[in-house]
């Protein structure tokens, strides 16, 4: 696993997925994956059939001091446009930024704590903050994730100087 990212441009993309509030903690995000798995042949549109994970922290966002922090997910595809939506699924469009993107490679229960070290240590010693105008990040799994104790995951955080 590699703790340093490296940085990239990404254009302004759209989704389409299962969403879910992380009110529960991390079954939430269980949910959206299972139902999502079950329903991702419905998404019309698909730009590649590598799905992301976007945690939303633009409404209701909790970071819950001492448990699972409070936001809205969604297991998604990139689309081309956002028409013909599932009923029950939710689009969206993600603005064009300036990324730091980190490799996580191990079991997929450590994507919480890999989040930590992102957020808590690598952020605050950066020189850099979040991006204000996304108010999210996102996990893209660029291969299936056929091993939880082996998942190979992208996390891009929108990212400004200083």
Not at 50 to 68: L, Q
Not at 124 to 137: E, F, H, I, N, T
Request: glycine residues 10%; aromatic residues 14%; negative net charge.
């Amino acid at each position: 696993m590699n703790k340093e990212p490296i940085f990239k441009k990404k254009e302004a993309f759209l989704i389409v997925g299962v969403e879910r509030y992380t009110s529960e903690g991390i079954c939430g995000i269980q949910e959206a994956w299972g139902e999502f798995s079950k329903r991702s042949t419905e998404i019309q549109h698909t730009v590649s059939k590598s799905p992301f994970g976007i945690e939303d922290y633009s409404r209701d966002f909790d970071m819950n001091k001492g448990g699972f922090p409070k936001f809205y997910y969604i297991a998604s595809l990139e689309v081309t446009k956002l028409e013909d939506i599932p009923v029950g699924m939710t689009g969206r469009e993600v603005a064009a930024a300036n990324y730091s993107v980190f490799n996580f490679k191990g079991p997929i229960g450590g994507l919480p704590d890999f989040f930590k070290y992102i957020y808590g240590e690598w952020l605050p010693s950066s020189g850099y903050s979040m991006d204000p105008k996304l108010s999210l990040d996102f996990e893209h799994y660029p291969k299936p994730v056929m091993d939880m104790d082996a998942a190979e995951v992208e996390i891009w955080v929108p990212i400004v100087k200083g």
